[in-house]
């Protein structure tokens, strides 16, 4: 955990919010998968800074599983503050559950292929090489969010393989593909780097090929329906204070 006093030093406007007799709320705050290892680690360095509590969910920023974010919206559970990829967060302030205008990135998320510790590395160097590993993998696991989206309607698609791997593919739903992937269950996995990372029982081969790599900017934004915006935008500032944007770098994460 990294010194709680550097971010105390480092939280001004939150230890001023909490003077102004801000502190002693409950926020309530979803985030997707890519942001959850930052976050985690996040909450009791705010907490002491600011005297707020934080009450967390977490789902995918997409699709249909009953804890996704748009479904947790769509049945009317309550939130203060979003973290989603940037494109979906986009489409609640469309449908009138984020404030318009609210929305900061925080981090670029990229999309790495794990498989289970002790087995072979395929080589994944070049997009020629990772074509290959494809079609050679027995099964092939990506998730059900936005690093997934773009491996099933795209990338397999733009390598001309789709017809070949993607009978042996499988979305992952409400589950982290490396965990699966530590299971034995499948050959390789792809998700967003830092939502492999804590998981035990794998390795990281690497990221996609440059050619073939995609980021996710990944963004908070302020529920309608909060009543407390004011201190959710300052736990938005708080993501992005130096201090918490190294959290986010060591879960793999680019702060943007």
Request: charged letters at 20%; hydrophobic letters at 45%.
């Amino acid at each position: 955990m990294l010194n709680r006093r550097l971010f105390l030093l480092g939280s001004a406007g939150l230890l001023a919010a909490s003077r102004a007799g801000a502190a002693g709320l409950t926020l309530r705050v979803m985030t997707s998968g890519a942001f959850t290892a930052p976050y985690r680690e996040l909450i009791a360095p705010y907490e002491a800074a600011s005297g707020n509590k934080l009450e967390s969910a977490f789902g995918a920023s997409m699709g249909a599983a009953p804890d996704a974010i748009p479904q947790r919206m769509s049945r009317g559970e309550p939130a203060d503050i979003l973290v989603m990829a940037r494109s979906a967060l986009d489409e609640m302030v469309r449908l009138g559950h984020v404030r318009p205008g609210s929305q900061v990135d925080l981090v670029e998320s990229r999309i790495a292929m794990a498989v289970r510790t002790g087995t072979p590395h395929p080589r994944i160097g070049t997009v020629e090489e990772f074509r290959q590993a494809m079609l050679d993998a027995r099964s092939i696991g990506y998730s059900a969010s936005a690093s997934g989206v773009y491996i099933e309607t795209e990338l397999f698609r733009d390598l001309g393989i789709a017809d070949r791997v993607m009978p042996k593919a499988r979305r992952v739903m409400s589950e982290r593909v490396g965990s699966v992937v530590a299971r034995g269950e499948l050959d390789v996995g792809f998700q967003q780097v830092s939502e492999l990372l804590p998981i035990p029982g794998i390795e990281i081969v690497g990221p996609l090929p440059g050619p073939l790599q995609r980021a996710t900017v990944f963004s908070a934004g302020i529920c309608t329906r909060s009543e407390n915006p004011e201190s959710a935008l300052e736990l938005i500032r708080f993501f992005n204070t130096p201090a918490a944007r190294e959290v986010s770098r060591r879960a793999g994460l680019d702060p943007v």
